[in-house]
């Protein structure tokens, strides 16, 4: 088991702490053991579907499916997973909002297991620190390679870019589109949702607000 860095330990408190967290049990499974009983769940379910597992386009497709919940989608869920953060000392003084828009974001919606298929755009304004600008992608990554839904992804956002930068004045909006809306049940190809999570004086001041909200092209 590898060790978690101390921003991952300390991400995964702040989480914890205000009930932000995913809702998960420990099962004390290594990767491989998930990947194992995964696989032989994915068989079960394609028998019971009734498809063919001897077809050599079907066979490997349990095994495929383990792999990419454990290693890829659903990575986000073991916190070895967390980025390296670099963080840099604000020494240039800037005190200006710096603002990342339009992050990929792909996760998938846990009510379901489909795609969310999205963009994020970050926001904060720097203390003592700065952090490296591709960090706050790669945060937005961790959160979303895990089951989700699009207001607590958001929030997990917000709280764990303010602990790394220990303030408070950070800024998280999400527009996605859900295959849960659009590929099934209600068939909507259209619509799309926006979430938003505001803190510090992104909450509080009303200029800072509308910089922030009006920077996103929907
Ligand atoms: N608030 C929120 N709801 C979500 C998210 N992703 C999916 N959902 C909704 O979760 C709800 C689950 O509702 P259920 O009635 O149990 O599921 P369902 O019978 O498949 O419902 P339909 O999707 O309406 O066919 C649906 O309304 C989904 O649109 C999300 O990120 N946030
Ligand atoms: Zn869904």
Redesign the pocket.
Known sequence: MTALSDAAIRVRSALEERGLETPMKSNNLTADDKQARITGLMTEMMDVLGLDLADDSLAETPQRIAKMYVREIFSGLDYSYFPKITMIDNKMKVDEMVQVRDITLTST????FIT?DGRATVAYIPRSKVIGLSKINRIVQFFARRP??????TQQILVALQTLLESDDVAVSISAT?Y??KA???MDATSS?TTTSLGGIFKSRAETRHEFLSGIVR
């Open positions: 919606c846990e009510h379901h969310i989700q839904v699009q207001e607590r992804l859900h849960c809306v099934r049940g209600v949702t």
